[in-house]
């Protein structure tokens, strides 16, 4: 088991967050776009949102899905105000 395993396994238990409900893929992929279509540090921050928007709609694997594709989209068409 590598360190950031043994690191989700350890805060999931901490927390009471069933360890199988955390798609580490999806949340990586999700903070890569976001960070590399926005800014460094709108990723961790949309990954936070992501969790409440899910735990909104009821928490489960699905609404975790469904609110990260939706930031992924967002950040992959985004363009600042500014035009950058």
Known sequence: MNVLDEFLRTTCTALGVDRDA????LIL???KEVAH??????AP???FI????AGKSGGDVEAVRAAARK???L???YTSPDGE
């Open 71 to 73: 930031v992924a989209e």
């Open 37 to 42: 279509n926005v800014a460094r540090p709108a």
């Open 29 to 31: 992929h999700l903070t």
């Open 22 to 25: 955390v798609d580490q893929e």
């Open 45 to 47: 921050l949309s990954a």
């Open 50 to 53: 992501v969790g409440l928007a």
């Open 75 to 77: 950040a992959a068409g």
